[in-house]
């Protein structure tokens, strides 16, 4: 009898002279709120910055995750790096950014918005499963615990360090 294998979904680095960019939403139905999640890393792995926001709830989960994509968009601007892959484990999103044409979904204007409003030398696109997102989407939850917005440059919360390590591989 066949047992199923689970494949382990790692973090892969990013070519030379870019950085990586993980992002996710979670929501707190509970509390009418959403969470934010995004980790900006370097070739080696190492952590550049992160950042927990919480939001108001939108009315879907696509639209959290848009706007999770947006805003690790303009966090990476903030920061002043150019060249980035953003990866996040919504592969509508995922699809929707990578898209030449503005996407007519409801969330579509926010993505719209956020490919014109940035200057960069490069950029790429790219979906991965829940398993290899494990950071940024902790650091969503975690979002539940912030007022408002909290950074770390070159950390994460230190309950959060298993989690990088695992995820990192």
Request: include cysteine; hydrophobic fraction near 40%; charged fraction near 20%.
């Given at each position: 009898?066949?047992?199923?294998?689970?494949?382990?979904?790692?973090?892969?680095?990013?070519?030379?002279?870019?950085?990586?960019?993980?992002?996710?939403?979670?929501?707190?139905?509970?509390?009418?709120?959403?969470?934010?999640?995004?980790?900006?890393?370097?070739?080696?792995?190492?952590?550049?910055?992160?950042?927990?926001?919480?939001?108001?709830?939108?009315?879907?989960?696509?639209?959290?995750?848009?706007?999770?994509?947006?805003?690790?968009?303009?966090?990476?601007?903030?920061?002043?790096?150019?060249?980035?892959?953003?990866?996040?484990?919504?592969?509508?999103?995922?699809?929707?950014?990578?898209?030449?044409?503005?996407?007519?979904?409801?969330?579509?204007?926010?993505?719209?918005?956020?490919?014109?409003?940035?200057?960069?030398?490069?950029?790429?696109?790219?979906?991965i499963r829940r398993l290899g997102n494990s950071i940024a989407h902790n650091?969503?939850?975690?979002?539940?615990?912030?007022?408002?917005?909290?950074?770390?440059?070159?950390?994460?919360?230190?309950?959060?360090?298993?989690?990088?390590?695992?995820?990192?591989?």
């Amino acid at each position: 009898m066949d047992t199923p294998t689970s494949t382990r979904v790692a973090w892969h680095p990013p070519p030379d002279g870019c950085v990586k960019i993980n992002f996710d939403g979670a929501t707190f139905k509970d509390i009418n709120k959403a969470g934010l999640g995004i980790v900006i890393r370097d070739g080696s792995g190492q952590v550049l910055a992160s950042l927990s926001e919480q939001i108001q709830l939108p009315y879907s989960s696509d639209l959290v995750e848009a706007m999770a994509a947006a805003r690790a968009i303009y966090f990476a601007t903030e920061l002043g790096f150019s060249s980035y892959i953003l990866e996040g484990d919504s592969e509508l999103i995922i699809k929707a950014l990578k898209n030449e044409e503005d996407s007519l979904a409801p969330f579509g204007h926010i993505l719209a918005a956020t490919k014109t409003s940035t200057d960069v030398s490069c950029i790429s696109f790219s979906h991965i499963r829940r398993l290899g997102n494990s950071i940024a989407h902790n650091l969503a939850k975690h979002a539940r615990h912030v007022a408002d917005l909290k950074v770390w440059m070159e950390d994460v919360p230190p309950h959060l360090y298993s989690v990088l390590l695992s995820d990192h591989g």
